[in-house]
């Protein structure tokens, strides 16, 4: 009889080789990093900026425009009570404005022309220190051109920062009477010379006036200045006053500081508080 040992044995060893194949440890792989970069925020754009045209005309000036159209209404406030100005301007032809005044308090129409010069005003009367001297002024100051400008072009004050000086002188048309208190009576005789000196720094400020409030009017200082004949005695009659501004809207106010009669470097100076106010205007921008 036949032994079944070595079949038995040489099936247990191909059993233990295929559990041991089997049976193997499998190695765990290494998780996958599947965090995203972050995603970066695009930087935004500020829009173009189109920059305002400027008023178009050869009056078109930063600091009166005199458009055809284009109205102010003034108030004046003093010791002696309110006055009401309405400046309309009429028409512009070539390098001349056609203007009218219209006093209210005393029921007068003015109308005259003003020239201007490559959006410089050249001319224009002088209307407002008339009204602000009409306590000591009997009459208007009536004047010719004879040097300078009034308002330089917007151009000239962009070219110096905004911080810019001028000046301009006038010829005296009619003889005008002086009354200062407590003082001998004047006169502002034909052919004198007025003088007044402006001057801006650049600096802007806040102003409220009845028309509104305007947060960034320009500031220009000014210095009167014209000869007064009282008795056998020549005196300089010196007035000193602020102004402000909104660009290619037009006056905002004035604001007087001090008024004097100098006698040969003496000065005797007198009460001298008003102001001059936009109450409303109609500008056409263009």
């Known amino acids: 009889m036949k032994s079944n040992r070595p079949r038995t044995f040489s099936a247990m060893i191909i059993f233990l080789l295929l559990y041991a194949c089997t049976a193997s440890p499998q190695l765990a792989s290494a998780p996958t990093n599947t965090n995203l970069p972050p995603t970066s925020t695009p930087t935004e754009i500020p829009p173009t900026t189109t920059p305002t045209p400027l008023p178009e005309g050869p009056c078109a000036n930063v600091l009166y425009p005199l458009l055809p159209g284009n109205e102010w209404v003034y108030q004046t406030n003093g ?66 051109q004879e040097a300078g400008v009034t308002a330089p072009s917007y151009q000239s004050f962009e070219e110096n920062n905004w911080s810019y000086s001028w000046g301009v002188e006038k010829l005296v048309e009619q003889p005008v009477k002086v009354q200062a208190p407590g ?39 000014n210095e009167f200045r014209t000869p007064v004949t009282i008795g056998n005695t020549s005196a300089s009659f010196i007035v000193k006053y602020r102004e402000w501004y909104e660009p290619f809207v037009g006056l905002l106010k004035i604001q007087t500081d001090s008024a004097s009669l100098d006698y040969s470097g003496v000065p005797i100076p007198f009460p001298l508080d008003k102001t001059l106010e936009l109450v409303e205007y109609k500008v056409v921008t263009q």
């Open 183 to 221: 003082l001998q009576s004047g006169h502002i005789l034909r052919s004198n010379i007025v003088k007044i000196q402006s001057e801006t720094t650049g600096a802007r400020e806040a102003v409220t006036v009845p028309a509104g409030t305007f947060p960034q009017a320009i500031l220009v200082s």
């Open 79 to 144: 010791t002696e009570g309110q006055a009401r100005m309405i400046f309309q301007v009429t028409g512009v032809e070539n390098d001349l404005a056609s203007f009218r005044v219209t006093d209210e308090s005393a029921g007068v129409t003015t109308d005259d022309t003003v020239r201007c010069q490559d959006r410089a005003i050249v001319n224009l009367p002088l209307i407002y220190i008339s009204l602000l001297l009409s306590d000591y002024l009997d009459g208007v100051l009536n004047t010719y």
